[in-house]
Nanobody, 129 residues
Framework: QVHLVESGGGLAQPGGSLRLSCTASGFVFRNYAMAWARQAPGKGLEWVSA????????YYADSVKGRFTISRDNAKNTLFLQMNSLKPEDTALYYC??????????????????????WGQGTQVTVSS
């Protein structure tokens, strides 16, 4: 059974940093691309970042480009999201998401919700002074 468990969320000040982790089990982690998505209160889902199965390519939403870094450790079945220069608008519930494929075939393909088959329960990030 597939499990995705996020951790690392919490309260941060504007300009601060947080590092999210997602521990995966129940599937061969190194074979699948992974992504982070978020949902703020009262807003729709936003795809934040994605990474190839082997970590060789990454994608970012314009809203986080230059501030967030996605990475993975396939030996430890773990996905990461390093979030720097946090802004109040980054406040959201952050989800770790498993793709059905090892890679993406266009720059915007990672926005396609139908590519993903498993979601974590989410970890809350709140950015406030």
């Amino acid at each position: 059974q597939v499990h995705l468990v996020e951790s690392g969320g919490g309260l941060a000040q504007p300009g601060g940093s947080l590092r999210l982790s997602c521990t995966a089990s129940g599937f061969v982690f190194r074979n699948y691309a992974m992504a982070w998505a978020r949902q703020a209160p009262g807003k729709g889902l936003e795809w934040v970042s994605a990474i190839y199965s082997d970590g060789t390519d990454t994608y970012y939403a314009d809203s986080v480009k230059g501030r967030f870094t996605i990475s993975r450790d396939n030996a430890k079945n773990t996905l990461f999201l390093q979030m720097n220069s946090l802004k109040p608008e980054d406040t959201a519930l952050y989800y770790c998401v498993k793709s059905t494929d090892a890679r993406y075939y266009s720059d915007t393909e990672f926005y396609t919700e139908g590519l993903y088959d498993y979601w974590g329960q989410g970890t809350q990030v709140t950015v406030s002074s």
